[in-house]
Each structure stands twice: as structure tokens, then as C-alpha cells.
């Protein structure tokens, strides 16, 4: 099997490439990811994707590059830039339903696949207690829509409709299906 070039460093994406058994090396992309006004959440996701895959398109290996968003009513949350702003996040997803986006793009040479995955992700209602606690725990800075699904941020969720894995940021399945039309 060809081994791939992950331009990721989230830990989580590598541990779902493990887990499917895909050989890679790690090379992230410094790429600015700055979304334009009046882009689709769908669309952002695959356009910051493919952004990174071609900053660090290597000749001979595939590249495979990926970024999530979370979105409620067409407003896009990123990754908060502190404390109180991972807490208006969270306050503004508390007890209702938003969607997380993640955008893959596949690139060997002239061949590139970009996709995105939607999956539906409901909120309990959120005290501020559990707010503070959450953001005083640290995950909520380094994720998109200030929380986390795979750690203490299944805490908040109700449910979910969709794939789990999109919500942890790489639709695993879908990516080994399009990873065999590049023969891997």
C-alpha cells in the first residue's frame, strides 16, 4: 500500500487513519484560513482543504488534507481565539441543533477529489456552570465550534445524526472509499 502525506496535525485525524490501517506521514500546511464573506459553510471546508493539500504537494505521494467548521443558521464557528469566546460559542449552541462540515481533499499530481461531510449535532441546554467548567478544562481552544465530541465534549451532546467521525473531524469511511480510486 502507498503510503499518503496527512497535512493535518490533529491528532485525531491520525488516529482515524490508524484505525483504518492507511500508512502516512505527517506534514501540516501553514496555509492562511481566513474564510471569504458570503461563502457556504460546504463550501469553505473544501476550499480551506484543497488549500492545504496543494501547499504541500508532494510529486509521487497522495496527499490528503481535511478541515471542519461548525455552523448554525449560516454563521461558521472556528476554532475560538479564547476563553470568552469559546464560552458565546458554546452559550450559542446550548440546547439547540447546529451542523459540523468537514471538508476532504485528495490530491496526486493533476488528480484531486474534494468532498464535504455534513453531520447534524443537537446541544443539551448548557448551564453556565457547565460552560465555565467545560472551558476551564482547555479542550474547547484547539477545536472547531469550541468542543470536542470525542472527549468531554460528549458531555453537551443530545445527538447526532450523521457520521460520528465527521463531527471528529475525518469521515473516515468516505475517505477510505475515495482513497481506492487513487489505488489505496
Known amino acids: 500500500m502507498k503510503e499518503i502525506i496527512l497535512a493535518s496535525g490533529s491528532p485525531r ?12 506521514t505527517v506534514q501540516t500546511a501553514d496555509v492562511d484560513e481566513s474564510i471569504p464573506a458570503g461563502i457556504s459553510p460546504e463550501e469553505a471546508v473544501q476550499m480551506l482543504a484543497a488549500k492545504k493539500a496543494r501547499a504541500i504537494q508532494s510529486h509521487g505521494k497522495l496527499v490528503l488534507a481535511a478541515d471542519t467548521v461548525v455552523a448554525l443558521d449560516g454563521v461558521i464557528f472556528g476554532k475560538p481565539r479564547d476563553k470568552q469566546e469559546a464560552a458565546e460559542i458554546l452559550r450559542t449552541l446550548s440546547g439547540r441543533a447546529h451542523q459540523v462540515h468537514t471538508g476532504v481533499c485528495l490530491l496526486e499530481g493533476e488528480r484531486e477529489t474534494v468532498f464535504c461531510e455534513t453531520a447534524q449535532v443537537e446541544f443539551y441546554p448548557l448551564t453556565e456552570e457547565e460552560i465555565r467548567r467545560y472551558v476551564d478544562s482547555g479542550e ?19 445527538g447526532i445524526r450523521g457520521d460520528y467521525y465527521t463531527v471528529m473531524g475525518l469521515p473516515i ?12
Not at 140 to 158: E, F, N, S
Not at 173 to 184: E, M
Open 140 to 158: 474547547p481552544m484547539d477545536k472547531a465550534g469550541a468542543y470536542g465530541i470525542q472527549g468531554k465534549g460528549a458531555l453537551l451532546v443530545r
Open 13 to 24: 485525524r491520525r488516529e482515524l487513519l490508524e484505525l483504518a490501517d492507511i500508512p502516512f
Open 173 to 184: 469511511a468516505r475517505v477510505v472509499r475515495a482513497l481506492a480510486q487513487f489505488a489505496i
